[in-house]
């Protein structure tokens, strides 16, 4: 699969996050980390910032053997939400034990369970047919008041297998993509709004091999364009 290891992106997610979550500083003093223009606080409370329900789209953008009746595509997928203050020493403990290239949902102890599913599909030939829909997946209302914070975390876990007809190969990936439970304003650098929509994007190059994405973009095209 063509992407960085499972630990790899989690790092750079962390590195990024944390280093602004707990940097080196005067006790009790409160944090915070640039978000495009605005300035956000770690570990505040912001219930704002929480969707009321999340959909989930799962789409194979591309895949050389589509037309073909051989070919199919199956999914299992889980969605987390892991709270702010867990995660930072959930991903240590996961480093130093040595299990970052295969993470799994148990490594997340406090992990709330949103949703959970899998499909089959074998009628592969447009955009349309390629991709699943869950809508309706009850988010705030699951989460403790007190774990709604800006910095909490929204895993996605996947594990999917695809059989192309053209390429006569089984072709497998699992792992899981991170982001944050907000999403920048497009219109306004300086607003934070709800994040509502999750993305999981697969395409199958000519050679067989598996490339992912979790954009919106990525979820309306055949055409691979790194993230």
Known sequence: MKHRTTLQSLIIFGCFLFSSLWPAGSVGQQQQMKVTRRMVKANVIAPELYADKLSLKITLMNLPGATIPASYWEVEFQLFFVPEHDLAQNIKD???????????????????????????????????ERAFLRQGIVFRDKIPPEQQTTFSSLLSFYSVKIFDGKLKKDIYGSNVFMVTPFVSDANDDNRLLPRSDLFLNFFVADDGALYRSNTRAASESTEWKPN
């Open 94 to 128: 996961i480093n130093n034990a040595g299990k970052g290239q295969e993470l799994r949902p148990e490594y997340f102890p406090t992990r709330i369970l949103l949703a959970t599913g899998k499909f089959n599909k074998h009628s592969l030939s447009t955009l349309k």
